[in-house]
């Protein structure tokens, strides 16, 4: 079993920054890509930026310039640097990870944290 432990939401100020941290631990043989999603209400759950184990990233285009992701795999830790943050950025953020793992085979399955909140005051 794989646990997702995220930190670092709150609440801040537009044009303040907040740094997210997610956490991997269990059965883990390697982590092809981690990522961070975000789910405003009453919308979709939507792709944030995502990072690979070779550190090739790609990111939303509303967030492009403002966020950077980054991972740390001795830690199989990934990270959201969030600046210039805007009200529209309010969301429930969640870490997203593709973990590989040995079960008499190598199996590869999606986990999710539990989610941290940000909200970002005008």
């Known amino acids: 079993q794989v646990q997702l432990v995220e930190s670092g939401g709150g609440l801040v100020q537009a044009g303040g920054s907040l740094r997210l941290s997610c956490a991997a631990s269990g059965n883990i043989f390697r982590i092809p890509a981690m990522a961070w999603y975000r789910q405003a209400p009453g919308k979709q759950r939507e792709l944030v930026a995502r990072?690979?184990?070779?550190?090739?990233?790609n990111y939303a285009d509303s967030v492009k310039g403002r966020f950077t992701i980054s991972r740390d795999n001795a830690k199989n830790t990934v990270y959201l640097q969030m600046d210039s943050l805007k009200p529209e950025d309010t969301a429930v953020y969640y870490c997203?990870?593709?973990?590989?793992?040995?079960?008499?085979?190598?199996?590869?399955?999606?986990?999710w944290g539990q989610g941290t909140q940000v909200t970002v005051s005008s």
């Open positions: 990072i690979t184990s070779g550190g090739s990233t």
């Open positions: 997203n990870a593709d973990v590989t793992y040995w079960r008499g085979t190598y199996y590869t399955h999606t986990y």
